[in-house]
T-cell receptor
Framework: DTGVSQNPRHKITKRGQNVTFRCDPI?????LYWYRQTLGQGPEFLTY????????KSRLLSDRFSAERPKGSFSTLEIQRTEQGDSAMYLC???????????FGPGTRLTVT | TQLLEQSPQFLSIQEGENLTVYCNSS?????LQWYRQEPGEGPVLLVT?????EVKKLKRLTFQFGDARKDSSLHITAAQPGDTGLYLC?????????????FGKGTLLTVNP
């Protein structure tokens, strides 16, 4: 069990560019979550997948954000036309069985210049 | 909107001291979790408390859930430098098949040798 992995760990991009992050959950975990964490704040829920179905999206997830989990395994989070306010740590978590016990990845830190 | 307030926001102590951090909510959660997050990493689950009045111990850490299931505390005995990190509480609420976590802003603990 290698835990939840996220790539890249760090991303620096210029405003207006598109970025895509990847999350590989723990094997056989059917639930996958994306969170955003800014400095001085706790993680904020963005979206949730059960298998390949995206079941819930936060109103924080603007039209510029899209997430997929095409085969119910890994997931991608894409941000189009990035803005400086998108700078944050993007965390992925997965769970199975006891759904409240979520296992977090190390996150992708995005800096938009 | 369910909000979790954590206090203090920052805490700097010397090795060997005891400390207590608090997590308060205006709403009732089905359970409450405590996480520790180190810089550049994702949160790691420490404990889940479910029953009002419940007390759980994890080595030098003692977690208590309030009788009304709206508040919780974390007490650390004889703190060590390895305890340094961001301590987050998260309320667990069920929405359909999803168990949504609502995080507080955290308490940033520094234990000086």
């Amino acid at each position: 069990d290698t835990g939840v992995s996220q790539n890249p760990r760090h991303k620096i991009t210029k405003r207006g560019q598109n970025v895509t992050f990847r999350c590989d959950p723990i094997s056989e975990h059917n639930r996958l979550y994306w969170y955003r964490q800014t400095l001085g704040q706790g993680p904020e829920f963005l979206t949730y997948f059960q298998n390949e179905a995206q079941l819930e999206k936060s109103r924080l997830l603007s039209d510029r954000f899209s997430a997929e989990r095409p085969k119910g395994s890994f997931s991608t989070l894409e941000i189009q036309r990035t803005e400086q306010g998108d700078s944050a740590m993007y965390l992925c978590a997965s769970s199975y069985g006891t759904p409240a016990e979520q296992y977090f990845g190390p996150g992708t830190r995005l800096t938009v210049t | 909107t369910q909000l979790l307030e954590q206090s203090p926001q920052f805490l700097s102590i010397q090795e060997g001291e005891n400390l207590t951090v608090y997590c308060n909510s205006s709403s009732v959660f089905s359970s409450l979790q405590w996480y520790r997050q180190e810089p550049g990493e994702g949160p790691v689950l420490l404990v889940t408390v479910v029953t009002g009045g419940e007390v759980k111990k994890l080595k030098r850490l003692t977690f208590q859930f309030g009788d009304a299931r709206k508040d919780s505390s974390l007490h650390i005995t004889a703190a060590q430098p390895g305890d340094t990190g961001l301590y987050l509480c998260a309320g667990v609420g069920r929405v359909g098949s999803n168990y949504k976590l609502t995080f507080g802003k955290g308490t940033l603990l520094t234990v000086n040798p």
